[in-house]
């Protein structure tokens, strides 16, 4: 891996304007944070309003050093829209889990379908369930990740939030 | 507040280090990656202002560390180019109260125009400068700018970059000091009044303060050594340090914080006792040039890598002086006007028209693309009504007649007053039509108020400026406002075919902002009641 001292976890996170992935990184990033982990995330938001391109850096470990993953070394890599997938892969290392929309909609391009289903996602909070899925992968405590969401989105959203990342969390390893 | 730990972008740590510093006022102007520092200081309790552009906020900053106060001015790396002007004789005269300015710069151009390294600025001006590598670092250089500006009586450029600004890190704290509090104005004509015979011992002032300020550089452990096999020495600043410390573990590294002026001896000693000394720095050779006019051996990058921002994987090939090409950066999708943007509307009217469209910054340059693909030139802001004139003063009449200037709202408070004066003063034989898009903000960056929305930073009511008002006042003789795209387009076709000096305002509020400014003003009513 990447890390001087080797135990840096790297993820990319990738997707359009508008979807929430920054939030999503941020929400990553508190709960490194609240589970005691030095932990650093960069984004680049020039105008990711206007639906352009957005991705986000998230790392963390004992000592993270540059607050961007250096290319090719992403360890996680999580694509909120299907078609970002193609101009990101290439963050990922070799190994590297990929984490996209496919595991809640199959190979469908239109994430507008979770707002009909039943499940607890919907197409404004569907990054918090991938968060959920990625989040078996790590062993921050369930209340990091709890009060990452709190401090991240106004309370009325906060219920039906922490359900879309519990759903997604029970998607790890289906 | 609090002095936890806590997770902050550099822009926030800026925000709370200001607040903690006591700082009277924050004043800038909203740009791509220094816009949430002022925003951040007055939902944390601080007082902040949007000034109109740049040149006005570093004046303003100006007069209240006249005054004692101590202040912190920001803006983006191309708002130091308007603000030029007084930067480089406040050098001279220097401030009493703490004064530091952000210049968050842009290597890579994210949200740019061009990717100017102002560590430049600091060196041509003789300002001090501070380089943060994050936001601790950010947080810990704000407070020690203040202070070093009031014991040498000299501002501080604090010089930031994207990453440095957009990137989160864990900050620690310090308690926070007194507020200062100005009390009075202390007459000093022989300091504060640059006439050539004050100014003439002022520059000297200042050349003498540098070299004081370089000998306490020389010693100062904020320029830290950190210790490695010799064989590779790396002089550094900035964000750049973590990626070398990443990219080279096992290097010794020479890591700046006060890079101008700099500790040349520190440096030069520090060169001497390593096999090879590289110099790992964005953009522009500042600091290899700077070495090697005072005669220390260094390498340098590669012309490939002045380009755009660096990395873990850069630094690497830097190191290596690689100079195989790099591989492309990937595709992503372009930004696009939103759907519902009210600037869709216009520009859909304007491409009907044969026009040619002397452009601004703004959201709506984004019309250059397709389907629009309505935006002819895009120099800096406020250019679109000068260049505009420009080209009707020298071309043809068919053909001058075809020249419109496309400003937005925010665009036109900052440096579009001025262009206004020059069309009522120097008309064009075929007049001039001028098109405001006032979508009611400043939407580009975020958002933001301005003077013409009449809502403060933090959106309380404010003063307004009134733009027809203050466009017919100036001398224009045809000015609209328009609101539907019938209209637009009667008046468009109206203004082109007279030779009247026009303004056509088409007034539609941002898709965006829409929803927000409705929770602005309602708030404001029940104030009221
Ligand atoms: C000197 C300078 N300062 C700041 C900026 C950043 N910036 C670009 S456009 C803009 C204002 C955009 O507002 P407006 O003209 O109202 O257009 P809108 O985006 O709302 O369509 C700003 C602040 C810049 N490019 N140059
Ligand atoms: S943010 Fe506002 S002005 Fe900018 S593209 Fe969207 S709707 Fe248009």
């Known amino acids: 891996m990447s890390n001087t001292n080797g135990n840096t976890t790297n993820i990319v996170l990738a997707g359009l304007g508008g979807q929430g992935v920054i939030r999503a990184a941020d929400i990553l990033a508190e709960a490194a944070f609240l589970a005691g982990v030095d932990v650093k995330q960069s984004e680049l938001h020039g105008m990711s309003q206007r639906g352009g391109s957005v991705t986000s850096d998230v790392r963390f470990g004992s000592e993270v050093l540059s607050p961007m993953v250096p290319p090719g070394e992403a360890d996680f890599l999580l694509v909120l829209h299907p078609t970002q997938t193609e101009n990101n892969i290439h963050q990922l290392r070799e190994g590297g889990v990929l984490i996209n929309t496919t595991a809640i909609i199959g190979d469908g391009q239109d994430l507008a379908v979770l707002d009909q289903d039943a499940t607890p996602l919907t197409s404004r909070n569907f990054n918090v369930g991938l968060l959920g899925l990625l989040s078996a992968h790590f062993s921050f405590p369930e209340d990091a990740w709890v009060k990452a969401i709190h401090a991240h989105l106004p309370e009325k959203l906060h219920q039906q939030n922490e359900q879309a990342f519990a759903f997604g969390k029970s998607l790890a390893g289906k | 507040m609090c002095t936890e730990k806590q997770l902050l972008s550099g822009n ?41 552009n740049e040149k006005v906020a570093m004046e303003v900053g100006i007069g209240a560390a006249f005054a004692g106060a101590r202040v912190l001015v920001t803006m983006k790396h191309v ?16 401030v009493k109260g703490g004064m530091v300015f952000v210049s968050a710069d842009d290597p ?82 022989h300091t504060y009044v640059m006439v050539p015979a004050f100014a003439r011992p002022a520059h000297r002032r200042l050349r003498e303060k540098l070299e004081k300020i370089k000998e306490w550089n020389e010693s100062a452990a904020i320029n830290r050594i950190v210790e490695g096999d010799a064989s590779l020495g790396i002089v550094t600043s900035g964000v750049c340090y973590l990626h070398v410390r990443e990219a080279a573990p096992e290097a010794k590294v020479l890591k700046l914080a006060l890079t101008h002026p700099l500790p040349v001896e520190k440096i030069r000693a520090f060169a001497a006792s390593v096999d090879r000394c590289l110099v790992v720095e964005e953009n522009d050779p500042y600091l290899v040039e700077s070495l090697r006019t005072a005669g220390i051996p260094c390498d340098g990058k590669r012309e490939m890598y002045r380009f755009g921002e660096l990395n873990v994987g850069r630094v690497q090939r830097i190191i290596a002086d690689d100079a195989s090409p790099e591989p492309a950066p990937a595709r992503g999708k372009p930004p696009q006007l939103c759907q519902g943007c009210p600037h869709r509307t216009a520009f859909a009217v304007l491409k009907k ?26 120099v800096c802001m406020g250019a679109s009504i000068s260049a505009g004139l420009g080209m009707r003063h020298v071309l043809p009449d068919d053909e001058a007649r075809r020249i419109v200037s496309v400003i937005g709202d925010s665009t036109f408070m900052h440096s579009g007053l001025t262009g206004i004066a020059d069309m009522v003063y120097n008309p064009p034989k075929t007049g001039h039509v001028v098109i405001i898009l006032d979508n009611e903000t400043t939407a580009m960056t975020g958002m933001q108020e301005h003077p013409g929305t009449g809502r403060a930073l933090d959106h309380s009511r404010s003063g307004k400026v009134v733009i027809e008002d203050v466009a017919r006042a100036m001398g224009l003789t045809n000015v609209v406002v328009t609101t539907t795209a019938a209209e637009f387009k009667k008046a468009l076709a109206f203004a082109l075919n007279t030779n009247e000096l026009s303004l056509i305002i088409m007034r539609r509020v941002c898709r965006l902002a829409e929803n927000k400014i409705k929770a602005y003003e309602a708030a404001l009513e029940t104030c009221n009641e």
């Open chain 2, 108 to 189: 890579g151009m994210v949200s740019s125009q061009n990717e100017q390294d102002n560590r430049r600025y600091a060196k041509a001006s003789g300002v001090m400068m501070l380089e943060p590598a994050d936001p601790q670092e950010a947080y810990e250089y704000t407070r020690l700018g203040m202070e070093l500006c009031e014991t040498w009586q000299l501002p501080v450029m604090l010089r930031m970059t994207t990453r440095v600004c957009h990137s989160k890190s864990i900050v620690v704290p310090a308690p926070p000091s007194e507020p200062v509090i100005a009390q009075r104005f202390d007459k000093d004509p």
């Open chain 2, 353 to 378: 028209f044969d026009c040619v469209a002397v452009g601004d910054i703004g959201c709506y340059t984004l019309s250059v693309l397709p389907p629009f693909e309505t935006m002819d030139t895009c």
């Open chain 2, 12 to 52: 926030e740590a800026v925000a709370l280090a200001a607040l903690h510093a006591g700082v009277a006022l924050g004043v800038g102007y909203p740009g791509t990656p220094s816009t949430e520092i002022l925003e951040r200081l007055s939902q944390i309790g601080g007082k902040a202002q949007w000034a109109p």
């Open chain 2, 79 to 94: 708002g130091v180019n308007v603000a030029a002007d007084p930067l480089f004789t406040m050098a001279y005269t220097g």
